[in-house]
């Protein structure tokens, strides 16, 4: 890549990047209610929304392309995830992303539901995902990786990329467990491309995290260890029907940590490192979010339900 | 054409939630309405019966410790309180934990039900706060009990 396009791309990660971030810390640190959120960007665990909240997020990942003639990107997506009931949520993705030297594009949209399968704790708690997305294969905001999906499917440009729609159906089992403030997550998923031709593709993602303090202080406070929750996480595909494993595929591990504030916001960090050469070298993500209390009971007012 | 498809399934996907949020929601929400008005009735509480003997024996590790009281008082206002009140009397999202059967459960059988949450009356299993959290948040509920109900327990933590 020549110096000055290489200079345009990182001028436009900084604008892409960091201008959002210093505009999300300057409403961080204010009031009070402290959300609970795991660190992951890719992995479930079993918990979900709390009944009647609402929680709103920004999520960004910028991604590196290893070809000298492909350009970096930048994907973005917001997320709104509302609380149905204490065993069901449900969730409304729009997905966008620019490349640089290229465009910005809407990418489409996810429509996702979780379901508690039991009522009570237990060593393993499974989680029922299913999802429907309908989007182009210009979507780079990689929330997982499925079938052989590779780090060179990236390198056409935007006009290419966006004229093939995909309607896909996802479903995932979420296992989590909670042990002495540990939890670990294991999220095995399949993908249909709902086009009668294609296969069903396989996806992995494991999680494994903890707060840094388990016992809370006794005086509010931003920066003390128990709003900080660190861990890692690893995903990646596991091929299709017509060809299942490890290969022709990326993986992808990556340290994460959150930032569970006072005022109901919650900062993720994550910095994800390709395992092999089919892989992303890099994807540096951050994302976030506020929750959003009692939006469930304000709603139900606004359109006639009892109060 | 496709960002009309786009637009018409968004719309679509949006009346969904609405519905969800407006009606889902609210049959939730008159489940826990019908549990506010039986707030004075045993009934209410029926799940602290169901917490195993083995949890029910647990020791609090934090009994009558006021800081641990004080840390409680904080994680209550954040994760309990909106449901429970300010003043765990209760709203219509949740019952009173001042009454006498939540402030003479043990403190074991009140971390059970802190862990496991009530799923289908619409309270959310509590065990992604750490152990100790949860220990802090029961010796705030039961720094709460009102003197004729103690024995031998120091004066509730006012915070």
């Given at each position: 890549m020549q110096p000055g396009i290489r200079n345009k791309s990182v001028r436009g990660m900084v604008l892409h990047l960091i201008t959002p971030l210093v505009c999300a810390l300057f409403f961080l640190l204010s009031s009070f209610v402290r959300a609970q959120e795991s660190p992951y960007i890719v992995t479930y665990n079993h918990y979900l929304?709390?009944?009647?909240?609402?929680?709103?997020?920004?999520?960004?990942?910028?991604?590196t392309q290893r070809g000298s003639g492909s350009n970096d990107f930048h994907a973005f997506w917001m997320e709104f995830e509302y609380g149905a009931t204490a065993w069901w949520t449900t969730e409304l993705y729009l997905d966008g992303q620019t490349t640089f030297n290229d465009s910005t594009v809407f990418t489409g949209f996810r429509f996702e539901n979780r379901f508690r399968l039991l009522q009570h704790e237990h060593l393993v708690n499974p989680v029922l995902y299913i999802e429907y997305e309908q989007i182009?294969?210009?979507?780079?905001?990689?929330?997982?990786?499925?079938?052989?999906d590779v780090e060179s499917d990236y390198a056409e440009s935007n006009a290419v990329l966006r004229s093939e729609r995909?309607?896909?159906?996802e479903l995932k089992l979420l296992l989590s467990s909670t042990f002495k403030g540990w939890n670990v997550a294991v999220n095995p998923s399949t993908t249909k491309n709902l086009s009668p031709s294609e296969p069903w593709e396989f996806a992995y993602a494991i999680g494994a995290s903890r707060p840094l303090a388990l016992k809370a202080l006794p005086n509010r406070c931003n920066f003390c260890l128990e709003n900080f929750v660190a861990g890692v996480e690893m995903y990646g595909g596991l091929g299709d029907t017509q060809s299942a494993g490890l290969h022709n595929t990326s993986h992808y591990l990556a340290p994460v940590v959150a930032w569970n504030l006072p005022s109901d916001w919650t900062l993720r960090l994550s910095s994800g490192f390709g395992l092999n050469n089919n892989s992303h070298r890099l994807l540096l993500r951050w994302g976030v979010s506020r929750e959003f209390s009692g939006f469930g009971e304000v709603v139900r007012r606004l359109f006639g339900g009892r109060t | 054409m496709t960002a009309l498809r786009d637009?018409?399934?968004?719309?679509?996907?949006?009346?969904?939630?609405?519905w969800s949020v407006a009606f889902v929601g609210d049959r939730s929400a008159a489940q826990n309405n019908d549990g506010a008005v039986l707030k004075q009735n045993s009934s209410t509480h029926v799940d602290l019966k169901k917490a195993p003997q083995k949890a029910r024996e647990r020791k609090n590790p934090f009994e009558s410790d006021p800081q641990a009281a004080l840390a409680g008082g904080k994680l209550f206002d954040q994760h309990c309180a909106?449901?429970?009140?300010k003043k765990a009397g209760g709203t219509r999202y949740?019952?009173?934990?001042?009454?006498?059967?939540?402030?003479?459960?043990?403190?074991?059988?009140?971390?059970w039900v802190l862990t496991n949450g009530v799923v289908r009356r619409g309270m959310p299993v509590w065990s992604k706060l750490p152990e100790p959290e949860r220990w802090q948040i029961v010796t705030f509920l039961q720094s709460l009990a009102p003197q004729s109900l103690k024995t031998g327990t120091p004066d509730p933590v006012r915070r």
């Open positions: 929304e709390e009944p009647g909240s609402l929680e709103v997020e920004y999520f960004s990942t910028f991604g182009s294969a210009a979507d780079k905001i990689l929330k997982e990786v499925e079938g052989h995909d309607h896909e159906l | 637009s018409f399934s968004i719309a679509v996907l949006f009346a969904i939630g609405v909106r449901c429970h009140g949740g019952v009173s934990l001042l009454n006498e059967e939540v402030q003479q459960a043990t403190p074991g059988t009140l971390f």
